[in-house]
């Protein structure tokens, strides 16, 4: 198997039309789409539907390819956006297919695998709870075992769209005699978002069964996953699950990294990722190096502490911007820096993924090698 | 002379304490502040009293030290303020002081060097205007002989406030039958930006008095100034300047570099000006060197194109985050990244004030070898 | 002929449920449908991509239901939507139909009548202009015909949607040449509603042809159309028109009737349009009565004197909280406090709609003679 | 003793030339002001600086005429601000005096009496617990002691502002080892408010001490105060308390009354209080009756419910403006078109403050005779 990843701009939350035409001019068939990725400019919360105007937009899309009812499609093949494109950062998405194609065995040890799952509705009742973090953790096995991937050790990347609570569905949970496992809605997406990260960490044995306590959620943040990136949104009602890692059971010319970000400004694990898949050492990856980028995956988040290297900002207090949307813009601006490209994939309410204060990136690029070997033809 | 810079915390925009201490103890004295350069955690816009609210903490502070009427000071100090600690940014300031205590001559071949100045209230009708751009220019060469700096060349930093129009203003010049020069109070603000980057150029000789024209304000950005960062806001009412560049006449450890940023994600400038300071080649300053660090000033700009690198950006058509917030969050990103260091003045609407997308980036920091001298001690 | 309103809630911006429901069990039949009026919950600026959202999905179910393509849908129902439910509003549409059931011609002198209309694309180095206005007073007179409406006088609410530039479209109109009419998105979205404001009163006769000038837009307040109702977005390339007013023609129980509004809280006004409608004098529009409302529509603008009864507002020089979104919050409120009811189109950008600083309200509702003929069945 | 009520407008937070000139022309004596309550144009949130600006400015003020340090006089009236003036809203403050200035005792059989205090610092650990409830039933005691108010029957408003914790101070607390009793500011700034409207109610046997169970704060709404407004702010740190109401120790032509709101569209009840003053029936206050009016305040709050009159809003769920603002902008709204005046204290956050999902009016105006007495003179 081989894995191909495009990243393809958009005009607004709701134009696909760089995928019709490279699902027109066959580039891309449409059965390979193993998951979309993909950042939108909305406000990255509650009433965030630029999420589900692209979503609606991509499986009408697919729909007309497969011939497939677009419900249903969107049980199979998951997408995953996270609102806000702050700053510097630009509004795109990266479509991430798997080819039967297969080049000699030779030619490459290993290569970027990909896999995917959707696991069942989630209860309402609980979600951002141990409950879900046991469903989040079997549907990261499942895609896993998609993707060919045995050892946790392999994993680079775990991205999973959890569902939250709204006023709504808050009301609906009481009117029912149930206990909301959350007070509204801000608060029900931050835990949707830990009991993901904690499912990951489960999946990949970085907790242990034993260890997993949702009081912990949100508040004992030694505990996180270095390889989960987690969405919430009121959009989806199953967890939905991708992997990306390396494995000898694909080939190709693409390869995968990741750093742990120890916190928001840390430079030097941006550049690490860059230096670990081949990259000349520029301060900012030049333009002809650029096209070996494929994607660039980043989750940050405000320093609950209130301080960066013992100096205080301002994100946790702010009414009238969301801390999510501050640490964003500013993280993006660091990574953009370093990559000289602003489609990257930043994502806020990184809870319990990578350090307290911190987060972690992952990139995905053809190998520097693969690179020469293109141009030498 | 010797100039002397404290980059000081504070904790709301009210809070002076840092600064208060400091008077107590006698590390400063009242009468060698020439000017404070700061970073407040409004929203920037017009309404973002946080600006008054310091420079009013300020000045009662100062007059119970001088035993002077706080409006008297207000008019021979210089607070310059620009609001927004988007992202990681902190909220801090600047006491930039002038002291008569001088070191041997053979010390030092040239040091850090500062003037300042204001002109007369600005005519409401003139905002924004060539008139303006004038008086901007008369108050930069007066701040230039305060500072004793002669050659333009040896300028790194003129730092501008300008007053700007407000709703309220508007409509006192249509009741008095003038002519508005902006048709509401973000105009005014974007135009008086323009007026006082001119007007730097115009003292520099970056542009010629014949090339003066203020049609082309907002609109001709190939004219532009490479040391002007202007701030404009409703609480002055002349055009406030300090200068800062180096000269032969001054002496202590002070340093002050500048670059100019291509675009808004432009790191090699970033490193670029620390090298110039001597700093060691590390991705990021560390946090040893990070001691020698007094000031950071940088200037930039939400790229008009709607592009960087060519990829879309957002920041020019969101209805709910000011554009200039949106920048001050990512560039701040950025150089904070390279510094180690959230304290940074970042101040949006760079019109003019470097190339067009981009912007500039001053620092002051102590020399190395004056860093080694004290450590040897 | 004889109209049928229906004002549906929605969901979300994709949530087309209950006009789904309606269509299903044969309430409404799509060749009906002559026009959608919606609000929806973005924040009615240039990123309020609700609307696109909104319309994609209602032109979807419609194409299911016609048989005919979405994007040939889209050019002959208009689809007009103003984003935004701040303070109380609820997000909801107005379904326009057009039925050929007809009662006894004796039943009613007259009744509600409904026309529209669609332009062809618009020029964008057009938008905001004269040219801009003559095209939409061309579409307003055949948006009349169409409605079998002939005297102006009987016109109570036309509504427009026309579309604006965006930093992209300015970007091509440069790249090609042409001078844009408007330096910013912003700025052409309120020109673009002014020249659709200036078209309607062309064609109601409210401004002479020779009095058209569009150096006036935006500036001369004295002229306006007491029945225009301009939105203008990105999302539409020409000019979408709906009338509405009475005609002996049509038949049925609906009534229209609309008040010029003086200021932002003329509630006089409010409240007169229920007493033309044959509403009792409560205070607040009771329970039993609400049921005869089958649509609100308001105009409202912050005074841009900066004053409201000799007081001042902060409206316009907010950088947190665009004007618009302040001023639909406001007047929502007032309204429904006296409509007893939250499902109002309340739209901002009343430039030339309306008196300076004020705007109008339109209501549509069932006789109360209809009223209590159907309770006596 | 005779109560003045001063309403004035300020033209920025830090802008007391309103009263500076009252008190310079000797209309308002310093030492009789009780206590000044007011409308700051700031987000009304954790980071809203607009009410310690105007604070300072006003202590300064009162210091230069009271001869006392700002400190010491922060301590003895209270002053107190609730930020945002969304809407139509105006910036303004009101000014509460106790004058010894009497009438004979027959002009009046009881009239608007006022009483204040503050009490100690609330320790961090208890903010927004029933010890909190319980320090401020007593100052509202002590308050209504000052006023001379036996029966609480007698009270027409509580307005208390409490404070909150921030991210700093949570932070201390938990370095002391202490339990936060909130998580983060905004949480917390709702806690305070619900503990000091318990407060409220415990003074005035709206609830008995039995009842008192903080873990019915913000969980409990059939638990509230009819007469309690409280607001709480970063910016103090005891519980300030006013107390407004009618007594017959007191005279001179001002009366109060109040009426509770049952939700958000209530005109009724606003319309009601109006009737209770003696105002005439008119739909709108006209030019002449309107300058009775001395002071409206009004507390209100986006119903949880996320339901107003059966039809959804959206104030719960938006990323980008905070409920507290849009409820505030929308019952603005409704109010000014019943007062026809813009200077209308309009505080959110009333849990518990009046019924679940209204709020309650109290309006402060000279008595109807006493107009006429005036006029007739």
New interface residues.
């Given amino acids: 198997m081989q894995a191909k990843v495009f990243r393809l701009?958009m005009?607004?939350?709701?134009d696909l039309s760089a995928l019709a035409a490279l699902l027109d001019d066959g580039t891309i068939r449409a059965a390979e789409i193993v998951a979309v990725i993909g950042k939108t400019?909305?406000?990255?919360?509650?009433?965030?539907?630029?999420r589900?105007?692209f979503t609606?937009?991509l499986m009408?899309l697919l729909a007309r390819h497969l011939n497939r009812p677009p419900e249903e499609i969107a049980r199979t093949v998951p997408c995953i956006l996270s609102g806000g494109?702050?700053?510097?950062?630009?509004?795109?998405y990266v479509v991430l297919c798997r080819s039967a194609e297969s080049l000699a065995p030779s030619e490459s040890v290993a290569a970027l695998a990909i896999g995917a799952a959707c696991s069942g509705d989630t209860p309402f009742e609980t979600v951002g709870t141990a409950d879900h973090t046991r469903a989040v953790a079997q549907s990261v096995r499942a895609a896993m075992a998609d993707a060919g991937i045995d050892d946790p050790a392999d994993l680079h990347f775990v991205q999973v769209k959890a569902p939250c609570l709204?006023?709504?569905r808050i009301?609906a949970l009481q009117a029912a005699g149930l206990t909301s496992p959350a007070?509204?809605?801000g608060v029900s997406m931050a835990r949707a978002r830990a009991a993901g990260a904690m499912g990951v960490a489960l999946a990949t044995g970085e907790i242990d069964e034993s260890e997993l306590d949702d009081r912990e959620f949100?508040k004992n943040f030694d505990r996180f996953s270095s390889r989960a990136s987690i969405s919430s949104g009121?959009e989806v009602l199953c967890n939905e699950v991708v992997v990306l890692g390396m494995s000898p059971a694909w080939n190709g010319p693409l390869r995968i990294s990741h750093r742990v970000m120890a916190d928001?400004?840390?430079?030097?694990a941006?550049?690490g990722v860059f230096s670990d898949l081949g990259f000349s050492g520029a301060?900012?990856v030049g333009a002809q190096e650029r096209d070996r980028l494929r994607a660039m995956f980043v989750k940050c988040e405000p320093d609950?502490?209130?301080q960066?290297?013992g100096?205080?900002?301002?994100?946790?207090?702010?009414?009238?911007?969301?801390p999510q949307?501050?640490?964003r813009?500013?993280?993006?601006?660091?990574v953009?820096?370093?990559a000289?490209?602003?489609?990257i994939f930043v994502s806020g309410g990184a809870e319990h993924q990578g350090p307290f204060g911190g987060g972690l990136i992952a990139v995905i690029a053809e190998a520097a090698e693969a690179c020469k070997e293109g141009q030498a033809q």
Same sequence: chains 1, 2, 3, 4.
């Fill in positions: 701009s005009a607004h939350p709701g400019e909305g406000n990255g919360g509650v009433n965030d539907f630029t589900g105007y609606d937009s009408s494109t702050e700053g510097v950062l630009s509004p795109h709204t006023s709504d009301a007070p509204n809605a949100l009121v928001a400004i840390d430079i030097a941006v550049r301060l900012q609950q502490s209130g960066i290297h100096a205080r900002h301002t994100m946790l207090n702010d009414t009238d911007i969301d949307r501050h640490i813009g500013a993280v993006g601006g660091l953009a820096g370093v000289g490209d602003t489609r």
